[in-house]
């Protein structure tokens, strides 16, 4: 295995890693943390609730121990649509078969398949696409009875195995975003510090709108992202970034409901629209899939990486290769290796992002916005900004600046959920007394971390006065003693 990197990496793209049972060990999530993870990602679609409290609580004490700041992501996993039980679990089909699905559970034949969605009658539509199996087999309704029972039609396909998902890139499907399940994981989470909550199989902004209320009621401070899995998210796109917290391009879904050809184009909009908009966005699925098994990635694998970070995003995933795959560790020390070289060649894509004047954060924005463009102009070896609740970390990363963000807080929650933040970096500061001895004191620790020395030039940022915890209000351009 190669050698593990310190902790505290130096690449801006974050890594996501998700935990499964290669992985949830205590010592392959330090392992994980030294190799450069910067957010862990609990996939409600497996394991009980105890297994998932026993990774939440190796976490916290990885963060305690090295004096990091790894965020936790929570996945819920969303309506699953499935095909039942099949006898023999094989069913052999042919083009121009007819099958029936039905809503009452059944050991599958020609006659009669079980689906596990209840509206399906009601919602399709005769010509309508449905997807088996991530697409392996394509089927058309021929007709529905609007209760319980649709004749389809084999377009393509020969077997039918077995509780294989089902994808419907035509329908408009009635079913909520938060399933039954969903709300009971929640309740779990909501208990947890946990920094981030993704919503799957999202529509449109009302279940986004929907789980933050959910989230609030708890007093609890996770911020939510949506997974983009349906051509209905790309559809409503602008509306689900705007009322969401973070993005994540679910390429794996998405990629059987659209024609594949065109997940590039989408993941590149996507980025450069959340990029505008001030909100992190993850690109996840297949990115290093080979190794799950063998010990470097595909040339394909290693361009697929770059281009995301050449894109701009936030942030890479790490599903199946950290959660089940041979080596973890090594597989995010790769996606390390890739990312640090694809930085040196990265330059801002399209326009950069422009305060709006109609905006109650205005003023705050021009400085967000100004402080990095200021730092480049002058050559600054960092950018300083104190944050509550996030807002000044998000609005600088998304300048996509040169130099690295250094932001301090007194919220630990808060640092943790910036570790999936491009770019920056994060500390915990409690000693707020004036404005003068708090930029002293913080120019001072990135001196004594070896960040900038004597003659560099930084750029702070914070609000005065600093007791009030206003939004950023202030800059000032610092040359270090």
């Known amino acids: ?116 969605y209840d509206h399906f009658a009601q919602d399709v539509k005769p010509g309508e696409k449905v997807l088996v ?64 909550i993704a919503l799957s199989f999202v529509r449109q902004a009302k279940d986004i ?6 989230i609030q009621a708890k007093n609890h401070f996770a911020k939510v992202i949506a997974k983009i899995e349906k051509p209905e998210a790309i559809r409503n796109i602008k509306e689900i970034i705007k009322a969401s917290d973070g993005i994540m391009i679910a390429r794996g879904d998405l990629g059987v409901e659209f024609p594949i050809e065109k997940l590039p184009g989408i993941q590149k909009m996507i980025i ?48 199946g290769e950290t959660s089940v795959g041979a080596h973890p560790p090594l597989v995010v020390d790769a996606m390390r290796r890739i990312i640090t070289e694809a ?3 990265y330059h801002m894509q ?28 002058v050559n600054a070896k960092a950018i300083l900004g104190l944050t509550v609740n996030g807002y000044t970390a998000f609005r600088m990363s998304s300048y996509r600046p040169k130099p690295k963000i250094h932001i301090f807080s007194d919220k630990p929650h808060m640092l943790n959920t910036l570790s999936l933040v491009w770019g920056v970096r994060c500390y915990l500061y409690t000693k707020f007394t004036t404005t003068d001895e708090t930029f002293e004191d913080l120019n001072q620790i990135l001196k004594d971390e070896g960040v900038v020395k004597a003659g560099d030039i930084v750029i ?12 950023t209000n202030m800059l000032k351009i610092t040359v270090v003693e």
């Open 1 to 116: 295995m190669a050698a593990l990197i310190p902790i505290n990496n130096n690449q801006k793209t974050k890594i996501i890693a998700t935990i499964g049972p290669a992985s949830s060990s205590k010592e392959v999530l330090t392992d994980l943390v030294k190799a450069g993870v910067n957010v862990f990602r609990l996939n409600f679609s497996h394991g009980s609730h105890d297994q998932h409290q026993q990774v939440i609580d190796h976490i916290l004490h990885i963060n305690k121990t090295f004096n990091v700041h790894v965020g936790i992501l929570a996945d819920l996993q969303g309506p699953k649509l499935r095909v039942g039980k099949i006898e023999n679990d094989a069913l052999e089909i042919q083009p121009g078969d007819i099958l029936t699905f039905v809503n009452e559970p059944c050991i599958g034949t020609k006659e009669k398949i079980y689906m596990s």
């Open 133 to 196: 199996d991530d697409g392996k087999i394509v089927l058309e309704v021929v007709s529905s009875n609007n209760k319980d029972e649709v004749k389809l039609k084999v377009v393509f396909g020969s077997t039918l195995s077995s509780n294989k998902g089902v994808n419907l890139p035509d329908t408009k499907v009635s079913q909520p975003s938060l399933t039954p399940k969903d709300i009971e994981d929640l309740d779990y989470i909501l208990t947890q510090p946990v920094n981030w």
């Open 209 to 214: 709108k929907d789980l933050i209320k959910r």
């Open 272 to 319: 450069q629209r959340c990029i505008q908009k001030s909100k992190p966005v993850i690109v996840a699925t297949q990115m290093m899939e080979s190794m799950m098994v063998n010990p470097s990635p595909t040339r394909a694998e290693v361009t697929d990486v770059a281009n995301a970070v050449l894109d701009g995003t936030d942030a890479v995933m790490l599903s």
């Open 343 to 345: 930085e040196r060649h």
């Open 350 to 377: 399209g326009k950069r992002a422009n305060p709006d004047p109609e905006s109650e954060t205005f003023l705050s924005d021009v400085l967000c916005l100004g402080a990095p463009r200021i730092a480049e102009e």
């Open 460 to 471: 702070n940022t914070g609000s005065m006065p600093l007791y009030k915890k206003f939004r």
